[in-house]
């Protein structure tokens, strides 16, 4: 079946540093890719999303390419800070149904 | 906006009780959907809802149940709780659109304590 495999974590950079959680994809056809983040104490919300190959989601100074060749969706951001600490998921949606496959999630810490 | 909400935050219930979780929607959303977080399994989806007493098992129904008997209200019950429920349950709802370009909203979860 439809799978989603995410770094694991967790990861801890430094204000300003770049931001790399990487992301593979196993699905029949050619899904639509989200990422979503989870603040703490909070439920997940949608950071961004790419319906098509080569499609780019960026939102809030995140980016992630759909990269049908290599099946992946990389986020990345180039100076994170503080308030960007949460937990990272990467999701697909898996046609012929309403539902979402989710990454196990990548936890990160941005520390001042 | 879209408001998710569940009815409480944090639960503490005793082995073999009978739990319900409780999660309404404000949006007018067709598509509704219980999940639990662990750490390190991510989220799993236990059961979804595409409309009106329509009802779906996900990855993982076993020991659970769900109701919609309106389209605003989705309720996941624990026949008989057991210590390995302990979880953080996630419900999230979605327009239908069939394409995948309509997002989850999800409510901030309930943290549920199986003694």
């Known amino acids: 079946g439809d799978s989603v495999t995410q770094m694991e974590g967790p990861v801890t950079l430094s204000e300003e540093a770049f931001l790399t959680i990487n992301c593979t994809y196993t699905a029949t056809g050619y899904p639509s890719l989200f990422w979503y983040v989870q603040y703490p104490g909070e439920g997940l919300q949608l950071l961004l999303k790419a319906t098509k190959a080569d499609d780019k989601g960026s939102n809030k100074g995140f980016e992630a390419t759909y990269r049908k060749e290599t099946t992946s969706f990389h986020l990345e951001k180039g100076s994170v800070q503080v308030s960007d600490s949460a937990v990272y998921f990467c999701a697909l949606f898996q046609g012929g149904s309403e539902k979402l496959v989710f990454g196990k999630g990548t936890k990160l810490t941005v520390n001042p | 906006d879209v408001k998710v909400t569940q009815s409480s935050r944090y639960l503490v219930k005793r082995t073999g009780e009978k739990v319900f979780l409780e999660c309404v929607q404000d949006m007018d959303h067709e598509n509704m959907f219980w999940y639990r977080q662990d750490p390190g399994l991510g989220l799993r989806l236990i059961y979804f809802?595409?409309?009106?007493?329509?009802?779906e098992k996900g990855d993982i129904p076993e020991g659970y149940s769900v109701s919609r008997e309106k389209k605003e209200r989705f309720s996941l019950i624990l026949e008989s709780a057991s210590t390995n429920q302990t979880s953080m349950y996630l419900c999230?709802?979605?327009?239908?659109?069939?394409?995948?370009?309509?997002?989850?909203?999800f409510g901030n979860g309930t943290r549920l304590t199986v003694t």
């Open positions: 809802s595409y409309d009106v007493k329509m009802k």
């Open positions: 999230a709802s979605s327009l239908a659109s069939g394409l995948g370009n309509s997002p989850l909203h």
